[in-house]
């Protein structure tokens, strides 16, 4: 980045920390090799009740719904049961069906009855994880766990949305975290335990 002078230009440190530069080198990256992977880029920063929405990828009837989230040297850990199946290929995933019967709009929401939610077959498969450890403090992603959330809410609120146009009468979305930390996986192993009456831990 050239600078004509320090005080009307931001820094690149501060650029960094925005996060929008690792966004725009995914974006680039999807452009670029399009021909290859056939993930075609629907749409950029699009809008949706609580924010944005980073990327829109469609391939057929697929629509990945991606947020990216740069990090600094992290560590995103996964925590794994021992005896867990380690090729999971369940996902529940949400689908838009336009032949679904058109129903009168609520005077209350402006949304339809099209959006269903279902489990389907991923490829390939990988572990499942209900916990991640991730560093606090450390950069933007405070919580993991608040973007999934959003994320979710982002596609049924895209899903939705009358005015979105689809490609086709089924179409799935696949909510999508792109992360430049390491992802690893820690397996521990499960306990098990039995009530104990109170009397007998002393408790009255």
Same mark, same amino acid.
């Given at each position: ?111 339809? +009855?099209?959006?269903?939610?279902? /489990? #389907?077959? !991923? *490829?390939? &498969? ?21 973007v999934c959330h959003d994320l979710l809410a982002a ?7 009358? +005015?979105?146009?689809?490609?086709? /009468? #089924?179409? !799935? *979305?696949? &909510? ?29």
């Amino acid at each position: 980045m050239e600078t004509s002078s320090k005080s009307d230009t931001p820094s690149i440190s501060q650029v960094n920390k925005s996060g929008f530069p690792f966004q725009l080198a995914v974006e680039h990256t999807v452009r670029v090799s399009e021909n290859q992977h056939k993930w075609y880029l629907r749409a950029t920063e699009f809008p949706w009740e609580k924010g944005f929405v980073d990327l829109l990828l469609t391939r057929g009837p697929v629509t990945l719904v991606a947020e990216c989230k740069r990090a600094l040297d992290e560590q995103w850990i996964f925590l794994v049961p021992e005896d867990a199946d380690t090729k999971e290929k369940r996902a529940r995933l949400e689908w838009w069906n336009g032949r679904a019967p058109d129903l009168p709009l609520m005077e209350s929401t402006i949304f339809t +009855d099209r959006v269903f939610c279902d /489990d #389907f077959q !991923v *490829l390939p &498969p990988s572990s499942e994880s209900e916990y991640c450890v991730v560093p606090k403090g450390k950069s933007a992603v405070t919580s993991l766990e608040t973007v999934c959330h959003d994320l979710l809410a982002a596609v049924h609120y895209i899903a939705d949305l009358p +005015d979105v146009e689809h490609t086709s /009468d #089924f179409e !799935v *979305l696949v &909510p999508l975290v792109v992360t430049n930390a390491e992802l690893t996986t820690c397996k521990f192993k499960r306990w098990s335990y039995h009530a104990v009456p109170s009397h007998q831990m002393g408790l009255r």
